[in-house]
């Protein structure tokens, strides 16, 4: 999702004000002093030294999913977890998650002047003024609030450029439905987090003005684990005159079970960056992986150390890199043995590998895509990359709002709820993990083979009887056609296979870029953004 602090990103500006932010579980005192040391709990220092010494009372927590912290009302002590569950809990929590308590989604006041609300854009000079009133319209907004961390307030592009950014997702699945499609199959649409209800808004008003027969053969589902906003979004849809065609199902896609045999598109716009990521680091010696585990002690600290991967979604993500050969997540110096042995015999080395941020629940979400909808298609925007990152690979940027300003901060490790955690999306292994897994008819590979497989050196041949099937480098443009289907010619032609789209070359193809074109030029809808990309 795109966030105010990261506004700046498609041109170098520097940041107005720096705070000092103190690393803890519990909140800072009223004179702004940080939080009291206890006993060093933590096994093993990021910039100096690792030990492999955990606290046996750590070891004896409990160990707990998010899933099973969803009843608990305030953050919990005395549990053990993998990263990823921390991660989620901190976003989504029930009672205290990041998204269910803090979050606002920012979106132009109605009386900005625009069509249904939107910025009217023909009438700025140029982008610098157009900015200006951006950022008068979100201090408008956050008025109010009390010093410190509090409402947080966040924008994506379908809020900052509505109706037409919606507009253009619209345009783009109509147009492979009509030629695809229509009039044999209905128009099915499922959206992953609608936030606002905005661009389920957007799409089926242009749908019923410029193609109505389309929507009235239109089903519109939107998949929502926010209690909150699915209502706020069933409620908007029904008052705008959608109720007919919409269904707003309030659930986290992880725990989706009804298949949808038919032809659909899944749209997920701007939320996999908030998926949850596990934690991997590797001995320096061996290369064996380790998953990131953290312990919460009984005053709120938290405890991070590593143990043997025996999480098999872990496995199956670790086992399905190799199999694609993707890149090796190390730093190019450790993955000469020579190098290594000599960066770990310098002073204060550490025995692990910088953390490498796995998508795991990711992973999870192709999986449901393959066996839940066989016949989907999908459209995924989302960042390619993020500054001001926590450090390791693919990490995510933690950030607050104080005041007027998003605060990036230096961990993971911070107050549950208070702060959003986004990563970026590594597009090209993205698809080729996306690809590979809809070409795959039968189940899983079994999850013991995947956890040993897991478990060797990234730098081992990747020869097991987990390789590819021979056939899946071809250079065929399309998938297998699955059993029984067929194309509107009667024959049976698999889907063409997904491609990645920069944000600008996916807008010049399906928006009407004359709406938001300022007096200059100029068009911010194509040229803000620049670190997103487009999957479909």
Request: net charge neutral; hydrophobic share 35%.
């Amino acid at each position: 999702m795109l966030r105010s602090a990261l506004s700046c990103n498609h041109r170098r500006c520097p940041r107005q004000i720096h705070l000092k932010v103190y690393f803890s579980s519990t909140a800072l005192t009223a004179n702004n002093k940080p939080p009291p040391k206890h006993n060093d709990k933590i096994n093993y220092n990021p910039d100096i030294s690792f030990s492999n010494t955990v606290d046996p009372k750590h070891l004896q927590y409990p160990m707990l999913s998010s899933r099973d912290l969803e009843s608990h009302r305030k953050p919990p002590t005395r549990v053990r977890m993998l990263i990823r569950d921390f991660i989620e809990d901190s976003l989504y929590n029930p009672h205290y998650g990041y998204f269910s308590k803090r979050a606002t989604i920012f979106t132009a006041p109605p009386h900005c002047g625009g069509i249904e609300g939107g910025f009217d854009f023909n009438k700025y000079r140029d982008s610098a003024e157009f900015e200006v009133d951006v950022a008068k319209r979100y201090k408008e907004f956050g008025n109010g609030e009390e010093d410190g961390p509090g409402r947080q307030l966040w924008h994506t592009p379908t809020e900052l450029f509505k109706p037409w950014y919606g507009q253009a997702i619209a345009q783009c699945l109509v147009s492979e439905y009509l030629l695809k499609y229509f009039p044999y199959e209905d128009f099915k649409v499922y959206e992953l987090g609608a936030g606002n209800g905005t661009l389920a808004l957007n799409i089926l008003d242009f749908l019923k003005t410029h193609y109505p027969e389309v929507y009235d053969r239109t089903q519109y589902t939107i998949i929502e684990i926010s209690e909150k906003l699915s209502r706020a979004q069933r409620h908007r849809l029904h008052q705008q005159g959608h109720g007919q065609v919409v269904d707003v199902v309030n659930r986290s896609v992880f725990e989706w079970e009804r298949k949808e045999h038919a032809p659909c598109y899944v749209v997920a716009a701007e939320v996999v960056d908030n998926f949850a990521h596990d934690v991997v680091r590797y001995d320096l010696k061996t290369l064996e992986a380790y998953q990131g585990v953290v312990a919460v002690d009984e005053v709120g600290e938290f405890v991070p150390f590593y143990t043997k991967i025996n999480d098999p979604l872990i496995a199956s993500y670790l086992a399905l890199r190799r199999r694609l050969s993707l890149p090796v997540p190390l730093p190019r110096f450790l993955r000469s043995p020579s190098l290594r042995r000599v960066y770990a015999s310098l002073p204060f080395a550490p025995n692990l590998s910088p953390p490498d941020y796995i998508p795991t629940r990711l992973l999870s979400l192709l999986k449901i895509l393959r066996t839940h909808f066989p016949r989907h298609r999908l459209l995924l925007s989302d960042f390619s990359s993020l500054p001001d990152a926590v450090p390791g690979l693919n990490a995510p940027v933690v950030q607050t709002r104080v005041g007027t300003t998003m605060v990036p901060c230096g961990s993971i490790f911070v107050q549950q709820g208070w702060f959003d955690i986004m990563f970026p999306t590594d597009f090209t292994a993205l698809r080729e993990m996306y690809e590979f897994l809809l070409s795959q008819a039968g189940p899983d590979a079994d999850e013991q083979d995947e956890l040993s497989y897991a478990r060797v050196s990234p730098l081992a041949s990747s020869t097991s009887p987990l390789s590819l099937g021979a056939g899946f480098f071809s250079s065929r443009a399309r998938r297998s056609p699955l059993d029984g289907v067929t194309s509107a010619s009667g024959l049976p032609v698999g889907e063409r296979k997904s491609s990645v789209f920069s944000h600008a070359e996916y807008l010049e193809t399906y928006a009407d870029l004359g709406k938001t074109r300022l007096v200059n030029g100029e068009n911010p809808m194509v040229g803000f953004y620049e670190n997103v990309k487009v999957l479909f």
